[in-house]
């Protein structure tokens, strides 16, 4: 079964990166036709898709975030990673990552709160 953990810093200072790091056990980010994503619920608010990596390497972002996220991955540690810029406390939020087989998501990870505050 595929497992995934989220994990980073849980406190950023605003103006700074965000950095979270995804590692999956019991499957690999190479995987034909997967699709790796980055979630984030904020308090009181609804799941917000951030992005996504292809099994391919290509990376897919929501237009609202785009300008301020990057994902990359290493394949030799099966991980995939969120790199969010420029933080401010509106970035606050559980962030998850989880798979995507077509329209269909599959398994997720704990989530990881993150706050930003100075």
């Known amino acids: 079964q595929v497992q995934l953990q989220e994990s980073g810093p849980g406190l950023v200072k605003p103006s700074q990166t965000l950095s979270l790091t995804c590692t999956v056990s019991?499957?690999?980010?190479?995987?034909?036709?997967?699709?790796w994503n980055w979630i984030r619920q904020p308090p009181g608010k609804g799941l917000e898709w951030m992005g996504a990596?292809?099994?391919?390497?290509?990376?897919y972002y929501s237009p609202s975030l785009k300008s301020r996220t990057s994902i990359s991955r290493d394949t030799s540690k099966n991980q995939f990673t969120l790199q969010l810029n420029s933080v401010t406390p509106e970035d606050t939020a559980v962030y998850y990552c989880?798979?995507?087989?077509?329209?269909?998501?599959?398994?997720w990870g704990q989530g990881t709160q993150v706050t930003v505050s100075s």
């Open positions: 989880a798979t995507r087989y077509g329209s269909n998501w599959g398994y």
């Open positions: 019991g499957g690999s980010i190479t995987t034909n036709y997967y699709y």
């Open positions: 990596i292809h099994y391919s390497s290509s990376t």
